[in-house]
């Protein structure tokens, strides 16, 4: 005969709890209380980004009001036809003077600084015993023509004086073509008598000596120079 022994102890039972109703509106009162709190932080962010919206708006409609005033009291001027055509004159006029300093630069017109170096030249290649009585000068650049005329006591003086101009830089390249050469005296002095002595008789008169020279004329052409720059004495 078989004996049956039951091990089922209903304290071991998985049971199964069911919510109750009051669990379920504490739970239900929690998901709205926090559903409520972040819409109201929601709402309170939004309104501050709305009151800063309208305050950025009000200072934007002011200052735009006030810009508007400003173009209103001071109008910005149109394009004045005068103006423009006087800057257009100065900038031709601009254009004008910068090609005429290019020009005179570059040496186009001839001499621009007048013929005061050639005198300063001549006056510096000084020889003893030469001077000059006449100068002309005429033309500009590479065709100018210089016309010399002097005395002098030795004729070889006058090979040294053109030595002493072609060292000059203002008459750097320039040559004279033709020379004339005449001897000449000065005018005939009056006699002059020895004082007379007591007891001594009278001597008779004796003529100063006439110092002889010799008159030259130097040009750089061969036909004689004339024009401006002349000088004669």
Do not use: C
């Not at 006029?93 to 186009?108: K, N, T």
């Not at 002493?164 to 390249?173: D, F, V």
Request: hydrophobic share 50%; net charge positive; glycine share 10%.
């Amino acid at each position: 005969m078989s004996q049956q022994i039951n091990l089922f102890n209903p304290a071991f039972e998985k049971r199964k709890q069911a919510l109750s109703a009051l669990g379920l509106l504490q739970g239900l009162g929690l998901v709205l209380a926090a559903s409520a709190a972040v819409v109201w932080f929601g709402a309170r962010q939004v309104a501050a980004l709305e009151r800063t919206a309208a305050d950025a708006k009000v200072a934007l409609d002011a200052r735009e009001a006030k810009r508007a005033d400003v173009f209103a009291r001071f109008p910005v001027p149109g394009k004045d036809p005068l103006i423009a055509g006087a800057l257009g004159q100065a900038e031709a006029d601009r254009g004008a003077l910068v090609e005429a300093g290019q020009i005179l630069q570059g040496g186009e017109l001839g001499n621009t600084h007048g013929y005061a170096d050639y005198f300063r030249a001549f006056a510096r290649a000084r020889v003893n015993g030469l001077w000059l009585t006449g100068a002309s000068i005429a033309g500009a650049g590479k065709q100018i023509e210089i016309g010399l005329q002097g005395r002098v006591v030795q004729p070889d003086l006058l090979p040294r004086y053109i030595s002493a101009l072609s060292r000059e830089s203002a008459l750097q390249g320039k040559s004279f073509a033709r020379l004339e050469m005449v001897t000449a005296q000065l005018p005939a002095q009056a006699a002059v008598s020895a004082p007379a002595l007591p007891g001594v008789a009278p001597a008779a008169a004796v003529a100063a000596p006439v110092p002889r020279f010799i008159e030259f004329s130097l040009q750089s052409s061969a036909a004689p120079a004339s024009g401006a720059g002349a000088v004669k004495q």
